[in-house]
């Protein structure tokens, strides 16, 4: 079933989304606390699943974390979904299935359900992709990607790009650009929308033995793979995870653009290659090759000489658990973290831009962790960055934000909270830290936590919150910002929902789980009410 409806907040019980719990709703003035955002009923429990004629019993997975079965979007508002439903052979029991859902007809689509036969293998769908951590297939410009387990693979890739769904990488198969006699071990697959597939894979246990190919209509090609010689380095100097300090393989963190294209943190040894030059970022260029654009040990313009890329240990110089991962934009702006030395420092957390002209832009960095450098003063705070730049996001305007620790009142070391800041190189500005109100709060409540999420190409920017000091006690809200930093409260848990649009049907959330379009502010939601009940939508913020 589906309705579409704009949700109007002053609308007392005829509106969608209402903050608080039922009994607390009477108390505040709703006009003042949640903007117009627009709501789309995708499926509900209890609705009849299309394509197998017994209903819908939920929309989770056993071990799975609440945003894992949210719908997945693609830019046309169209989802990807995954469910159980009563098992039609035993309705004792359920079973587990894959649909999309057309935004313009409203209506669902059975992709595969768990005992179909799985194309290309012989064998049968045994899960998507595995039966503790199932979630929604991927949808892009209309076409499905899903990942699944079958009889005896552990690991495949299929997609409908040609119309049909078919195999296109599975567990065992041979390694093509790879060592002899090897294969493909549990290979990653990331589908785009021009109907290519990325695969990261292994070959082995070794966390050497790694790499990427991608398929283009029928054919798997190697980009790169552990072993191979590293472009940009000298002759002889090959991806490999290096020295006895790196504890992963040669490809630390990667990322793709919207049309495949990658960039990583690789490791390298070879002649010349010690801990204080084996790490590096490559990105891949439009026309499929490798590129080295920097390098641990490279001159690290700060504003004087003497900096340089990496720590004296010479570990960890980007990525990794100190710093923060790479993005990689569709323009083809890379944003990193790097830990950076010099001028008799050491351990200097900071933040990177490096543009597709090639130009190297310092974002921000935080006092030394031994030294005298000071760092740059985080915006708003009046404090220093304290270097704790572990999630960030950059558009394809080359806006960026990203999330660091501020120092809490009581100025202890481990009394701190967390803020996201946003803005361009040289022009920063803090835009929501913790133990702040924001309209759409109750009077009195408090952000809590925060986990920054994506900065869309509008502008616009989401970021996951604790809530605490409400009437609900401590839950889980999911923020939207507008390009101008206005913030509105989407979705909470203790809301009210009105799940048809006429007021006859109103449910609490008791749990959320959410995805977020690649394309812009429209968002997956996944929705557990407290009566046991649960349902899929899609969410729209309203300008």
């Not at 209903?55 to 974390?65: E, H, N």
């Not at 409203?106 to 992709?129: I, K, N, Q, Y």
């Not at 909470?492 to 789980?513: A, C, T």
Request: glycine fraction near 14%; proline fraction near 7%.
């Amino acid at each position: 079933m589906s309705s579409l409806r704009t949700i109007v907040p002053s609308a007392l019980l005829a509106c969608a989304l209402l903050g608080g719990t039922a009994a607390a709703q009477t108390n505040f003035a709703r006009d003042q606390w949640f903007p117009e955002v627009r709501l789309q009923t995708i499926a509900l429990s209890g609705d009849i699943a299309p394509g197998v004629g017994t209903p819908f019993a939920d929309f989770d997975t056993p071990f799975g974390y609440p945003d894992t079965t949210a719908p997945w979007l693609d830019e046309q508002g169209n989802a990807g979904v995954f469910a159980h439903v009563v098992d039609p052979l035993d309705p004792s029991k359920t079973t587990s299935g894959q649909w999309t859902w057309n935004a313009a007809t409203a209506s669902l689509e059975l992709v595969a359900l768990r005992g179909d036969p799985a194309p290309g293998t012989g064998e049968l769908f045994v899960a998507f992709p595995h039966p503790l951590f199932e979630h929604a297939p991927d949808l892009d410009a209309g076409i499905v990607g899903v990942r699944a387990s079958t009889t005896t693979i552990p690991g495949a890739a299929f997609s409908d790009r040609s119309g049909v769904l078919e195999l296109i990488v599975r567990h065992g198969q041979p390694l093509p650009g790879g060592p002899a006699g090897k294969s493909f071990q549990n290979p990653s697959s990331v589908f785009f929308a021009d109907g290519s597939v990325l695969v990261p894979s292994s070959w082995s246990n070794s966390s050497n033995d790694e790499g990427f190919w991608r398929d283009r209509r029928g054919t798997l090609q190697l980009i790169t793979r552990g072993g191979l010689q590293a472009p940009g380095m000298p002759t002889g100097v090959y991806f490999d995870k290096g020295g006895s300090l790196h504890l992963l393989g040669p490809f630390d963190h990667w990322e793709a653009d919207a049309e495949g294209h990658i960039a990583f943190n690789g490791i390298v040894a070879g002649p010349g290659i010690g801990l204080t030059n084996d790490e590096g970022i490559w990105i891949e260029t439009s026309d499929g090759v490798l590129e080295l654009v920097l390098r641990e040990g490279d001159p690290a313009p700060m504003g004087q000489s003497g900096y340089r890329f990496g720590i004296k240990l010479g570990v960890r110089a980007f990525g990794g658990s100190d710093n923060m991962p790479l993005r990689f934009s569709d323009a083809g702006t890379v944003f990193f973290g790097a830990q950076v030395n010099g001028q008799g420092s050491d351990y200097i957390q900071s933040l990177w831009m490096r543009k597709a002209t090639g130009e190297l832009l310092l974002v921000a960095d935080s006092p030394a962790g031994s030294g005298s450098h000071a760092g740059m003063l985080a915006p708003g705070t009046g404090e220093p960055f304290m270097g704790r730049f572990m999630r960030g996001t950059v558009n394809a305007h080359d806006r960026l934000a990203f999330q660091d620790g501020i120092s809490h009142p009581l100025n202890t070391l481990y009394n701190t909270e967390t803020a996201i800041f946003w803005g361009e190189p040289g022009n920063l500005a803090l835009l929501i830290a913790t133990e702040t109100w924001i309209p759409g709060l109750h009077p009195g409540e408090l952000i809590n936590g925060l986990v920054l999420g994506e900065l869309h190409d509008d502008g616009s920017l989401f970021a996951s919150a604790n809530l605490k000091g409400g009437p609900d006690g401590t839950v889980r809200a999911l923020l939207h910002f507008d390009a101008s930093g206005k913030p509105t409260v989407l979705t909470r848990e203790g809301q009210v929902v009105d799940v048809h649009g006429d007021g006859s049907d109103l449910r609490v959330v008791e749990e959320f789980g959410f995805s977020a379009s690649d394309h812009g502010p429209q968002f997956g939601l996944r929705l557990v009410f407290t009566d046991g009940t649960a349902g899929l939508f899609r969410l729209d913020p309203v300008p």
